[in-house]
């Protein structure tokens, strides 16, 4: 089945550092991948849609330049949390649809635990 | 916009015994379901989904029954086994919705043996 590959799986980082979390489709093109956040216990909240080639559309109080989105390729979305805060602490998730089936299931990566100091 | 709720947050059941989980969603153009399974610290897996042509699908344990008129659709696992505890998601979407999913709150199921 498609298979979406998440890294780093955790990072630690301090307060008011970037970090780059990447996304790859491994064995299929994805035109669209879409970054998730979710908080302990609760379920996942829809940040921003990756278009490749083009901006991304990020969802209603989320701030785009504090998430920056790149989908360079078919197979990468890349998203950076800038000037990271203790309260972006967060596991971030992406999933991607296989661009070859249309209307095809969406497949998710395992996730990235960030912890900020 | 959809909202899905999804009922309950907690479901605790024997070993070998069956558990189902509901969903209800608002919006009646959605037309795609599927139901995620989530182990702690990983990402969700997608474990079945059904289309809006048809009224329920199976896969060995797992099944999917969705009522149109209603807006719901439920998640079914029969013969349970502690393997299969973790959080289940369920979601739904349009066709013209860009793949974008809403997603229920999640149901914690715990099989004990």
């Known amino acids: 089945g498609a298979v979406v590959s998440q890294h780093p799986s955790r990072v630690i980082c301090k307060s008011g550092t970037s970090v780059k979390i990447e996304c790859r489709s491994l064995d299929f093109q994805a035109t669209t991948m879409f970054w998730y956040r979710q908080f302990p216990k609760q379920s996942l909240m829809l940040m921003a849609t990756?278009?490749?080639?083009?901006?991304?559309?990020?969802e209603q109080g989320v701030e785009k330049d504090k998430f920056l989105i790149n989908h360079a390729s078919l197979t990468l979305s890349t998203l950076t949390v800038t000037s990271a805060h203790p309260e972006d602490s967060s596991f971030y998730i992406c999933?991607?649809?296989?661009?070859?089936?249309?209307?095809?299931?969406?497949?998710f990566g395992n996730g990235t635990r960030l912890t900020v100091t | 916009g959809e909202n899905v709720e999804q009922h309950p947050s907690t479901l605790s059941v024997q070993e070998g015994d069956s558990a189902v989980i509901k969903c209800t969603y608002s919006?009646?153009?959605?037309?795609?379901f599927p139901w995620y399974k989530q182990e702690l610290g990983k990402g969700p897996q997608l474990i079945i989904d059904i289309r809006s042509n048809v009224g329920e699908k199976k896969d060995q344990r797992i099944a999917v029954t969705l009522n149109k008129t209603a807006k719901h659709f439920s998640l079914h696992i029969t013969e349970t086994q502690p393997e299969d505890s973790a959080v289940y998601f369920c979601?739904?979407?349009?066709?013209?919705?860009?793949?974008?999913?809403?997603f229920g709150a999640g149901t914690q199921v715990v099989v004990t043996p």
């Open positions: 999933s991607a649809q296989d661009r070859a089936f249309g209307d095809s299931p969406l497949h």
């Open positions: 990756s278009n490749e080639g083009s901006k991304a559309t990020y």
């Open positions: 919006d009646s153009a959605s037309n795609y």
């Open positions: 979601a739904a979407k349009t066709t013209d919705s860009w793949g974008k999913l809403q």
